[in-house]
């Protein structure tokens, strides 16, 4: 039995801001939340405004890569992609292990303490799988745990290499080694994995990856093999996309998965950029989630989502890092306001309750921890501290640290109990700065 227990001036309850707070875990889980109270003796005091464990619900660890080497020119989502394909063609199981840990362990220092990591580069550079046919999801697996945050792999399904009006694309040579064949391949290959998931911070979710690369038949057979699973996918990230789907299909992205039984209230939308009225309608009467990426989404010229449209729909909202242009969930956070005030000509689109439920429990929600997210008794013992005497938050409410705060404000973070960054430092990893460092040089050497 493991206890431990915290003190904070200020932390973000479900009612609100409260003052002098005490919190207890118990093998990983919160046994006492109770504010307006004093320290006791061997309590940990943590400074500034304490917020429950921050969610990045989408990832894809190996874009890390590109940052600060894609910014400089011009060109457009499908002209990056061709850098990032670059990047695939590098990696091994090695590889991603050493540029995952450091992401990870860079998620951490930003706050973040659950990932989904959206995994689609399965198997060799030539198609064939390895030895263990998910070596590339173990590697992150382990590079999440190592690095101290609980993961959601979510294991992605991508079959073909496009779609336009005339129908869907071959996989062209990058391609082949992120796909499996068909959907009872994915599946085979998928339950081996979640067989072999056995430790506490790890889970499996599943994914489409785009209705480009997976086929109408073919969604249908995701649709059923996926009931009751978590699944993502990417959504009308790109007008491109909608105008192909309607000219081969006759129908929205979003219409195709909802023809295919795949939307329901485990589904995330990711990006969900360009949506018509009536897809903003199907996501929000199931309460689904639709997954904004701010940060990726202005970097790549994608445009603005209807979020505000989404919540009042009843979807859920959520917030991913995606291409790690920064990672800094205060960012994204921020983002999905200040997108909406440049659509809308309005402040307080969203309330900073709202703000920080997108990124805390309506995130964990989204990747299958249901019961994390939120400073309650009962829930997981994940927590963020935020300081408020920097350079960059004095003076600063704390209810409205969210909207002052960065990265470099996260004190102490702490995952089922357990302190994995104090003082701004990862206690395991020690120079996360070098790891990235290192990793991406050999990354850039290797030659796949």
């Known amino acids: 039995m493991t206890v431990t227990s915290w003190w904070a001036e200020h932390a973000w309850l479900p009612t609100g801001v409260a003052t002098d707070v005490r919190l207890e875990a118990q093998d990983g889980r919160f046994t006492v939340v109770q504010p307006h109270v004093r320290p006791r003796g061997g309590d940990q005091r943590l400074p ?47 590889t991603y292990y050493a540029l995952a840990r450091a992401v990870y362990g860079e998620m951490a220092l930003a706050g973040m303490t659950v990932v989904g990591e959206f995994h689609y580069v399965h198997h060799d550079v030539s198609g064939r799988p390895y030895a263990d ?93 996926t009931r009751g699973r978590v699944v993502h996918a990417h959504v009308s990230e790109q007008p491109a996309e909608n105008l192909a789907a309607q000219m081969f299909y006759g129908r929205t992205p979003t219409e195709l998965l909802a023809d295919a039984g795949l939307l329901t209230d485990r589904f995330s939308a990711v990006h969900a950029t360009h ?24 970097d790549l010229a994608d445009g603005i989502g209807p979020a505000r449209a989404l919540a009042d729909a009843g979807a859920h909202l959520s917030l991913g890092s995606d291409q790690h242009a920064v990672i800094d969930p205060f960012e994204e956070l921020r983002g999905l306001e200040m997108h909406e005030r440049l659509e809308s000509n309005e402040r307080g689109r969203f309330t900073p309750d709202e703000l920080l439920a997108a990124a805390t429990s309506a995130g964990y929600r989204s990747l299958g921890w249901d019961d994390g997210g939120s400073l309650e008794v009962g829930r997981l013992a ?58 991406l040089s050999t990354l850039r050497e290797h030659q796949g």
């Open 48 to 94: 500034g405004v304490v917020l429950p464990g921050l969610a990045n619900a989408h990832s894809h660890a190996f874009h890390r890569a590109l940052r600060g080497r894609t910014h400089g020119g011009g060109g457009n989502f499908w002209t990056w992609r061709e850098l990032m394909y670059a990047v695939t063609r590098r990696l091994d199981p090695d």
């Open 133 to 225: 046919p998910n070596a590339m999801g173990a590697a992150l697996a382990a590079a999440a745990r190592d690095a101290g945050v609980r993961l959601t792999l979510l294991d992605t399904c991508y079959l073909a290499g496009g779609l336009t009006g005339d129908g869907h694309l071959p996989l062209d040579e990058v391609q082949v080694r992120f796909t499996d064949g068909d959907v009872d391949a994915w599946a085979a290959r998928v339950a081996r994995l979640e067989a072999e998931a056995t430790d506490a911070t790890t889970r499996v979710g599943g994914a489409v990856h785009s209705v480009r690369a997976v086929p109408r038949e073919e969604l249908t057979a995701m649709g059923e093999v």
């Open 275 to 298: 949506l018509s009225d009536g897809d903003v309608a199907l996501l929000g009467d199931v309460a689904a989630t639709a997954c904004f990426c701010p940060t990726t989404e202005r």
């Open 382 to 439: 994940d927590l963020v501290a935020v300081r408020l005497d920097t350079v960059g938050t004095a003076g600063t409410k704390p209810g409205q640290v969210a909207y002052s705060a960065t990265r470099h404000d996260v004190d102490t973070v702490v995952v089922g109990g357990r302190t994995i960054v104090e003082r701004g430092e990862h206690t395991g990893l020690g120079d996360v700065a070098g790891l990235l460092g290192a990793a």
